[in-house]
Structures are given as structure tokens and as C-alpha cells.
């Protein structure tokens, strides 16, 4: 049972507007009765290859709360991954999905044209960095963002060869996968590869992109290099301030473009609408990719390019789903929440997170390396200086246990990605949590 009930509402009453006031709270030892039978049918039908971290099985969201289909009420710093910028079931959002769905569900944007298309593509390209005019190809996911972006410097190029970077994850469909480099298990068996991707380590000098060049890479056969300005999957790794400005010198040098993965780390999601805001306009990139914190759940990515950059023919990419009409509108109002209140909220919040979390790490010792931008936070889990995965994931285990939802990355960290309007009496609950987990632990 959770020690942090601040009330004891009824289960079963209406969802409140914003935060709720009484999570975690938790009724049933987890997973409760009613999760375990759905736990059983879904081991029955549904892919192993799915990466579920516990027994948690939803049954509805409200503010920055998941509720169980036992009535278990958890505080959410995962927000389905980075997704969920601007609360689960934001009322905004869901009366424009209800609109949209009452006008237009589907009419694919690849063959004929609807205005919240055309509206999401001006707001984008308006929002990216850079004062060129831009231009946007819509898809599912971030994956297929990355797939666009792949084949658009290729063809625009003329080219064959992409850089990627060691620890950098871009998505598990074929070229998105062949560009990745954070775990085996994601090419384990898949092979061959989209082939002309090479890898260099992250936050890499400036010569060691001479030597790939100098050794085995022609520069003037490289279209693109593609990199996270923050990674994710990978471990929530900030590159030091020149990384990215070094790697536009390159690109500027050798004529390559350069493609930023802001699939986890944009729209809000660091305190600036991009990561690579962070790092100045010595880091424009030529095309950004997004999905995730787009449209607070619904499925929706984007390529954003330079207009002269995109410039390959008709038919030659195209999407029957990618820009959805509903999408869209859902697209539209989380952007104008982020701009008007979320962005500045994640700023503020995540410093007093990362303040949070710096102060476990003197009382708990093996809990090393606190770092990230606004609320893309991360810490490690180590033993005797060394990453411990086993106890990482006992220690998600345990937070689950309290009610706090968390999720890993990298080889021993974990991830806080709340969502972008969480709140300080939230993100206090959340470092509470924490603080009883590793005691517990620490004493076992």
C-alpha cells in the first residue's frame, strides 16, 4: 500500500480537470485480481516482442495520473514515454479530437488536401529553427520520420552514405534500425542492413570524424549525419556544448546535411521547443524529425526540411495515415498549450527535479550521474562505480510497487519523463517516492 494517499476519494468518481490530488493510491497488492486475468489472456495473444517493464495494466488517465483496472491510481513520470506532453485526456485536446471526429475521421492528406493538414504544417514549419522556409512530410511515428528523412537526403544528395552514432536510437523499422546503435537486441537476427550507415561515438571530436573521412568514409559520399541532440533510448546523454555546432561545421564543410532526431527531446520537452536550441545557431539542422510529445497521444511524426532541401517528385514518398485530420487538430492544440503555458512549466520543474535528484546522490551513493535538460532527466544505478542493470530494474520494480511509474534507458539509467505540465507539489511526491524506494533497497 502506498504511504503518499493524500485523500480517500471514492474510487469510481469523475476524473478531476487537472492533477489529481490523491496519488499515488494504491487498493490492491499489484498486479491486483482483475490485471492478472488480463495478464494471462494478453500472454496468450499478444507479440513477446513487446518491452512491458511491470504489471500495470490501464484503464484510464487523467492529468498526470494512470488509474489500473483494479482502481489503483499511479503518478505518471512516464507520460506513455515522452508522449503525453500535456496530461493524459487533456480536456483541450479531447473536445478537438471529438470535433474533428465529427467532421472528418480520414481522407488521406497524400491524395486529396483538408485545412488542419495544411495548418499543422505552417505551425511547424513557423516553429523550427532556422530562418529558412520550411517544408513537412507527415507520418505515423518516429520511425517512419526518420525513414522520410533517410531517403529524402539520399535522393536530394544524390549520395548513398549516412553517419550515425554509438548509443543513438532512431526507431525498429528497416532503415531507422540500421541508423540505430543502443542495444543488440534491436538488430539481433535482423540482419542485413540498410547498408553506407557508419558509426562514431557520441559527443566525438572533431578528429575522429577526420579519421572515419581520412580512412574509410569519402566525405563527398556522405548525405547526411543523423543525431539525437539529446539521446534517449540511449541514456538520456547531454553532448557538451560544441558537439552539435562542430558537427554543422562538417556538414557545412563538406556539404552533408545534417538531420536532428527530436523524436524524445522536442516540442517542449527540454524547456526549449527543440534540444538543439540549447546548443545555439551554430547547430541549425538542415531537416529535424519529430513524433511522441506531438499530439498528446494520438499517432502522428513529421519530417521538417529546408523547402529547397525537399524537393523530390510526386509519388515518390507518400503516407496513406501520416497527417490524419484528427491527428492534426489533437497536433494544433497541444502545440498551443506547450507554447503557452507547458514549455516554461518543464524549465522550472525540471530544475527543481534535477536539484531532487542531485541530493539522492549524496544520500544514496550508488545512485551517480544526474543529468538531462528541463524534463528529460536521467540518473544512473551503479554498484562499487560500475552500472548495475539488475538493481536498476529492481529499483523500477520497487518505485511501481509505491506507485511511481518510471521507465530505464541506457545501460543502468532511468528516464523522467513526466508530463510537461506536471506540477511541483507532483514532482515533490515523485522525489518523496524515490527517496523511500532506495532506503529500501539500500537496507535489503
Same mark, same amino acid.
Given at each position: 500500500?502506498?504511504?503518499?494517499?493524500?485523500?480517500?476519494?471514492?474510487?469510481?468518481?469523475?476524473?478531476?480537470?487537472?492533477?489529481?490530488?490523491?496519488?499515488?493510491?494504491?487498493?490492491?497488492?499489484?498486479?491486483?485480481?482483475?490485471?492478472?486475468?488480463?495478464?494471462?489472456?494478453?500472454?496468450?495473444?499478444?507479440?513477446?516482442?513487446?518491452?512491458?517493464?511491470?504489471?500495470?495494466?490501464?484503464?484510464?488517465?487523467?492529468?498526470?495520473?494512470?488509474?489500473?483496472?483494479?482502481?489503483?491510481?499511479?503518478?505518471?513520470?512516464?507520460?506513455?514515454?515522452?508522449?503525453?506532453?500535456?496530461?493524459?485526456?487533456?480536456?483541450?485536446?479531447?473536445?478537438?479530437?471529438?470535433?474533428?471526429?465529427?467532421?472528418?475521421?480520414?481522407?488521406?492528406?497524400?491524395?486529396?488536401?483538408?485545412?488542419?493538414?495544411?495548418?499543422?504544417?505552417?505551425?511547424?514549419?513557423?516553429?523550427?529553427?532556422?530562418?529558412?522556409?520550411?517544408?513537412?512530410?507527415?507520418?505515423?511515428?518516429?520511425?517512419?520520420?526518420?525513414?522520410?528523412?533517410?531517403?529524402?537526403?539520399?535522393?536530394?544528395?544524390?549520395?548513398?552514405?549516412?553517419?550515425?552514432?554509438?548509443?543513438?536510437?532512431?526507431?525498429?523499422?528497416?532503415?531507422?534500425?540500421?541508423?540505430?546503435?543502443?542495444?543488440?537486441?534491436?538488430?539481433?537476427?535482423?540482419?542485413?542492413?540498410?547498408?553506407?550507415?557508419?558509426?562514431?561515438?557520441?559527443?566525438?571530436?572533431?578528429?575522429?570524424?577526420?579519421?572515419?573521412?581520412?580512412?574509410?568514409?569519402?566525405?563527398?559520399?556522405?548525405?547526411?549525419?543523423?543525431?539525437?541532440?539529446?539521446?534517449?533510448?540511449?541514456?538520456?546523454?547531454?553532448?557538451?556544448?560544441?558537439?552539435?555546432?562542430?558537427?554543422?561545421?562538417?556538414?557545412?564543410?563538406?556539404?552533408?546535411?545534417?538531420?536532428?532526431?527530436?523524436?524524445?527531446?522536442?516540442?517542449?520537452?527540454?524547456?526549449?521547443?527543440?534540444?538543439? $536550441?540549447?546548443?545555439?545557431?551554430?547547430?541549425?539542422?538542415?531537416?529535424? #524529425?519529430? =513524433?511522441? &510529445? /506531438?499530439?498528446?497521444?494520438? @499517432? !502522428?511524426?513529421?519530417?521538417?526540411?529546408?523547402?529547397?532541401?525537399?524537393?523530390?517528385?510526386?509519388?515518390?514518398?507518400?503516407?496513406?495515415?501520416?497527417?490524419?485530420?484528427?491527428?492534426?487538430?489533437?497536433?494544433?492544440?497541444?502545440?498551443?498549450?506547450?507554447?503557452?503555458?507547458?514549455?516554461?512549466?518543464?524549465?522550472?520543474?525540471?530544475?527543481?527535479?534535477?536539484?531532487?535528484?542531485?541530493?539522492?546522490?549524496?544520500?544514496?551513493?550508488?545512485?551517480?550521474?544526474?543529468?538531462?535538460?528541463?524534463?528529460?532527466?536521467?540518473?544512473?544505478?551503479?554498484?562499487?562505480?560500475?552500472?548495475?542493470?539488475?538493481?536498476?530494474?529492481?529499483?523500477? $520494480?520497487?518505485?511501481?510497487?509505491?506507485?511511481?511509474?518510471?521507465?530505464? #534507458?541506457? =545501460?543502468? &539509467? /532511468?528516464?523522467?519523463?513526466? @508530463? !510537461?505540465?506536471?506540477?511541483?507539489?507532483?514532482?515533490?511526491?515523485?522525489?518523496?517516492?524515490?527517496?523511500?524506494?532506495?532506503?529500501?533497497?539500500?537496507?535489503?
Amino acid at each position: 500500500m502506498s504511504t503518499y494517499p493524500l485523500s480517500h476519494a471514492t474510487h469510481g468518481a469523475p476524473p478531476p480537470v487537472g492533477p489529481a490530488a490523491d496519488v499515488p493510491y494504491l487498493v490492491t497488492h499489484l498486479p491486483g485480481p482483475k490485471a492478472a486475468e488480463w495478464l494471462a489472456r494478453d500472454q496468450q495473444v499478444l507479440s513477446p516482442s513487446y518491452t512491458r517493464v511491470y504489471p500495470l495494466v490501464v484503464a484510464r488517465g487523467y492529468g498526470s495520473t494512470i488509474e489500473d483496472v483494479d482502481g489503483n491510481r499511479f503518478l505518471d513520470f512516464t507520460s506513455g514515454i515522452a508522449v503525453n506532453s500535456t496530461w493524459h485526456c487533456h480536456p483541450e485536446v479531447v473536445a478537438a479530437i471529438v470535433d474533428q471526429a465529427q467532421r472528418l475521421i480520414h481522407m488521406s492528406g497524400t491524395d486529396f488536401y483538408y485545412a488542419p493538414e495544411i495548418e499543422l504544417a505552417e505551425r511547424l514549419a513557423k516553429l523550427a529553427p532556422g530562418s529558412q522556409p520550411k517544408r513537412v512530410f507527415f507520418s505515423n511515428s518516429g520511425a517512419e520520420a526518420i525513414e522520410a528523412a533517410l531517403k529524402l537526403v539520399r535522393y536530394h544528395t544524390g549520395r548513398p552514405r549516412v553517419i550515425a552514432f554509438q548509443g543513438g536510437f532512431h526507431g525498429r523499422t528497416y532503415g531507422a534500425m540500421s541508423l540505430s546503435g543502443s542495444k543488440p537486441v534491436h538488430q539481433q537476427g535482423f540482419g542485413p542492413f540498410v547498408p553506407g550507415v557508419s558509426r562514431l561515438p557520441y559527443d566525438c571530436s572533431t578528429q575522429a570524424i577526420d579519421e572515419l573521412f581520412a580512412s574509410s568514409v569519402p566525405p563527398d559520399e556522405v548525405a547526411a549525419i543523423f543525431v539525437e541532440p539529446v539521446q534517449g533510448e540511449g541514456g538520456y546523454r547531454v553532448p557538451s556544448p560544441g558537439f552539435l555546432p562542430m558537427l554543422r561545421e562538417v556538414c557545412d564543410r563538406y556539404g552533408i546535411l545534417l538531420v536532428v532526431d527530436e523524436v524524445q527531446s522536442g516540442l517542449g520537452r527540454t524547456g526549449r521547443m527543440f534540444a538543439c $536550441q540549447h546548443f545555439g545557431a551554430a547547430a541549425m539542422p538542415d531537416v529535424i #524529425c519529430v =513524433a511522441k &510529445g /506531438i499530439a498528446s497521444g494520438m @499517432p !502522428l511524426g513529421a519530417t521538417i526540411a529546408r523547402a529547397d532541401l525537399m524537393d523530390w517528385p510526386h509519388g515518390s514518398h507518400a503516407s496513406t495515415f501520416g497527417g490524419n485530420p484528427i491527428c492534426c487538430r489533437a497536433a494544433l492544440v497541444t502545440l498551443d498549450l506547450i507554447e503557452r503555458q507547458y514549455q516554461a512549466n518543464a524549465a522550472a520543474r525540471g530544475d527543481q527535479l534535477r536539484v531532487g535528484l542531485e541530493s539522492l546522490t549524496v544520500e544514496f551513493r550508488w545512485l551517480d550521474g544526474v543529468r538531462g535538460l528541463g524534463l528529460m532527466q536521467a540518473l544512473d544505478v551503479s554498484t562499487d562505480g560500475q552500472p548495475d542493470t539488475a538493481r536498476r530494474d529492481r529499483f523500477v $520494480q520497487a518505485a511501481f510497487q509505491r506507485g511511481l511509474l518510471l521507465l530505464p #534507458c541506457g =545501460a543502468a &539509467g /532511468i528516464r523522467f519523463c513526466p @508530463p !510537461l505540465c506536471i506540477t511541483a507539489e507532483e514532482t515533490a511526491t515523485c522525489l518523496a517516492i524515490l527517496r523511500e524506494t532506495a532506503a529500501a533497497l539500500a537496507a535489503n
